[in-house]
Structure formats: C-alpha cells, structure tokens
C-alpha cells in the first residue's frame, strides 16, 4: 500500500495537509525525524501512516492516559489492531496486550514512559517485531517547560538499543531552548528536523479591556457561542470556582477544575467536557494538557497569560479540528500589577525573575499591540507574516489617537509624586480629585494636580497601560502597583517621540465571515439531526462524539448530501471501514431530513 492510500482508505483523507507527506515517506522509509507541528496540525498521521505501512508494531510513547485512551478508541474505530498498556488496565488485561504484542497481532501499541523502560518491558520489547517508536509531546523531556516528566529522560535508551529501529519524536512546542534540550536527551542529533509554521489560521484573535469581565465573558458566550464547548481560563482557583458558579446561575453549562478539587472531582468534570457537547470548563492552567478534545470552540482568558508561549499554548486548545475557533482574552492594569508581585514573592533566583518580567512585558506588547495580534505573536516566535485578517486588529482596525501630552502629564506625575504611587492614586491627583489620600500627602498642591481632567478616567488607565507596555515606565518594587520613570520616558519628556491610543470601540462581532457559526440556518434541522445520530451510536459504545466522526466531517455531509455509499465515501474523514459501519446510519439521516 501507498501512503496516499492508507491516508484514502484507513483514514479517509483525501489529501496530506502540510509537511505530512515528507514526513510518513521519510519515517517509513526508515528515518529518524523530529516533527514541530502545530496543535491541530496532524502530527498523529505522521506516526500511525508509516507504522501502517512498515512491518512490525509501532510502539507510542504517549504521557497521559486519557490521551492514550481517546486514541486507541479512534484506531479501533478505524480498523487499525490498537492497544495501550497503562495503569488503568488490570494484571490480566496488560498480559493479554503484552501477549497479543508479542505475537505479532497489534500494528500499534501505546505505552506509557515510565513502563516502556522497565527493564522488564525492555525485554519483551526485545522479542517483538517493532516497527517503528514513536515520542509524542516529546517537550516533556525537557527540565525548563512545565510539563517535565522525569521518565522520558530514560528514553534515550531506545536510541542504543534498538538502533535500527526508526525513532520519531513530536511536539507543538515552539521554543528554541526546548527543541535544542529534546534533540539531546532524545539522541535525536542525526535525525531530520521538520519544522511547520506555528501559525493557527482557523483561530481568531481578539482581546478586550476589562470593564466587568464576567458580564463581558457571557455576553461573548451568548452571543457567538451558544451551546459550544469552550475553556474559561483564570489565574487563582477561587476565581475558578466563583466564575463556573457564576456561569451556571446564567444557564451556560459550567464546570470548574484546578488542582485543588479531589481527584474524583476532577476526572469527572473532565469527563463531561470530554464526553458532553457543550460544556465550558472553567480552569486554572493545571487543565489542559492532554485535553485532545478536537471541537473546543472557544478559549477564554479573565486573567493576563505569564507569556506570550502561555498564551499561545493555550489558546492553541481551541479548533484542534480546523474549523473556526475564537480565542478571546479580557485584560486590566489589575492583572499586570498582580503577575508583577507575583514574580517578585516567587523566591525564584533573580536572574529567572529578570527572564521572567521580560516575558510578561511580552505578554504586555501584545495585548497593546495595534497591529495584526497574529504578526505579533508568531514574530514572538521568530516567524515572519503579513496581517492575517482574522484577527481583532485586522477585521476592526483601532483608531489611533494621539495622547502625548497626556503621556508626558502621566509622566511628569509619576516624578511629582516620588515614583511611588499606583495608577489610581495618580489618576485621582491627574483629574483633580481632592481625596482624603490626595491630601493626606499634600498632592492637592502639587503642579499636577488637576492638570488632566479634560481626560477621562479609562483613557487615563490606557495611557498608563501604553506606558507600561512601553517600558517608560515600570512596577517598582514595593509589590504594591507604584510606579517609578525608567530611562524610557526621556524620548516622551522631550517631545521627541509621541504617544497613540486605541480609541475604545466596543463593537467587535467575533462571528464574521470567518466565525463559528458555520452552519446556514436552512442546514440546521439536518446538522442537529446528524449531531443526534452521532451522539446516540457514540453513547452506545461509550466513546466520545468525536470518535465516531468528527464535526468537520459531519459538516461536510450537511454540505454534499451523499445520497448513496459512493457519494458518502468521498466525504472527508469517512474511510472503508467507517463507511461500512455507519454509512446507512448517515444515509438515512440525510433522506429522512431532505
Ligand atoms: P495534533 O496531534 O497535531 O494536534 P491531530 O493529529 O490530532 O493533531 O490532528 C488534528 C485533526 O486534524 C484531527 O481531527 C485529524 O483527524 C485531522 N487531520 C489530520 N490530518 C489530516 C488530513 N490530511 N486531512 C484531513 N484531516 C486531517
Ligand atoms: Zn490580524
């Protein structure tokens, strides 16, 4: 068999996206590889294709069990002999897994790291037919990301002991110092590197200044995205409990998760966002990773990212299927002042404090930032881009204003005052308010006092913002949001430089023409129909939705109709075996909702 074909007949693709094509040739040929792909990318075809068509078993390192679990279902659907040994399997399942292993019958078994180099499991390694060894989120090799797994670094075991054997390592981590670590501990110096673009052209970006960020946050789930699933992301768990209880009293279908809740809990909140349609699961970042969930539709934040790589991997939850997804992220001067002291109270030595601030001053950039927010953040990666439009800035181009003059005002306050005082503070004495903390510290005599008024308060909180985001000014260190001059004011003190605002435009419509709402309402009573369908024989076997087919696939029946075997089988995602089983089940659908 050809790689085209399996990509045709087991999965039922019709063509390779990306890179995919050079990279199953060069791995079934024989090939080392390590592949940095977007998430969402297709990085799963790069393994599954060649251990299709190379002989033996392909062994796949995977680090989470669910993850494992969702895959193997998916091969199992496919077709494809699939198995996982992992801790949740009793003593008699993984011997009959490793016994079906050994004698030839799996063409792909996944195993958790910390099993794969016991030296047991090394020597039943040894007497299988192995076809390939597949590393996936191979970034957990590495010490500095937060996803370090101690196990994985016995993986450059495989390197010296099956040194024939084909190695392919995975991940959409981005980073240069993660990607320089992996190809050493893996041993992966000699294999070919395949780097795709990072850029998530079905994600829009959009960010918004925070006024009340939860009443923003349900009118934007409302409004664009009713019935979806999505993730909520806060900072603290108790803002993760208040906004999911929030959520709920309004009607949306909200579940918390952080760390703090029992495992029970947890594992089944994560259930339902995985096995339900339509719930938001509020979080703390300890929720995410492994989340494989392919129809999130929408990532929120209500609290700043630590970083632009944060962000990024966050986000980067949403639309995993292709289709449409929105990212949007409700930013305040709160947060920054927030994420400042908390970097000063980590106890971290002061040099990672340093790496630490620059990263969020990043962070700061882009959320600031008036031009095409992706430009900006794959820029943040070293990839250049042309302004995608899809994103806030592009589709609803900010109006600038020039506040220069209130910038050297804010300026010339932040001196007055002793680089001490916090933005409220400061706007009080800008605007003339006499309150009783203005007088306790005579700042009703000062020349500044009252020199702003004509601004008003959120214009005034913006300027301070740009300020930041500029470097002009920064958070000294009293932990209390006070800000102090840096060298970066002088070019404003002086005239030499200028100062744009974005003027405040509130009505952003996420959907557009590229939004999620990508059903025409004249397709909707079959769309619901299918969905139906799907979610009856996926409850039936106890498997995700997606497992029996995902949305992209059943969007394109609304949009084809097959009508018979044949039509259905040139819809994407629907190979031979799929078509068998549940070809008559769709067909059906489509002629009964004509
Ligand atoms: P990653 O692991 O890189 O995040 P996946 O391997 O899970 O991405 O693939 C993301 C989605 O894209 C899946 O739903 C997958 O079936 C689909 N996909 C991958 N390759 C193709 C392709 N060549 N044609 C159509 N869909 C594809
Ligand atoms: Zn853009």
Redesign the pocket.
Known sequence: MSPHSV?EHV?G?????GE?ETIVSHVAGGGDALVL?????????CYQIPALLRDGCGVVVSPLIALMQDQVDALKELGVAAAYLNSSLNQEEARDVENAFINGQLKMLYVAPERLVTPRFMALLKRAHIGLFAIDEAHCVSQWGHDFRPEYLALSLLADEFPGIPRIALT?TADHATRTEMIGRLRLEDAQKFVSSFDRPNLRYAMVEKKNARDQLLTFIRREHEGDSGIVYCLSRKKVEDTAAWLKAKEINALPYHAGLDVSVRTKNQQQFIRQEGVVMVATIAFGMGI?K?DVRFVAHLDLPKSIENYYQETGRAG???LPANTWLAYGLQDLILLNSMIDNSGSPDMQKLVERRKLDAMLGLVEATACRRQTLLGYFGEASQPCGNCDNCINPPKLVEMTEAARKALSCIFRTGNRFGVGHLVDILQGKATPKVKEHFHDRITTFGIGKEVDESSWRAVFRQLLARGAVRLNESGHGGLELTDAARPLLKGETSLFLRERTEKFNYKGEKGSDFVASSDQALWQALRRRRKELADEQNVPAYIIF?D?TLKEMVRLRPGDHYEMSRV??IGDRKLEKYGNDFLKVIEENH
């Not at 693709?13 to 996206?17: G, M, T």
């Not at 792909?37 to 075809?45: D, E, N, V």
């Open positions: 990509l999965f693709y019709r063509s390779f996206r995919q792909m977007p998430t969402g990318g297709g990085k799963s075809l959409a494989d392919p995993r299927d292709g995902g992209a994407s995602g």
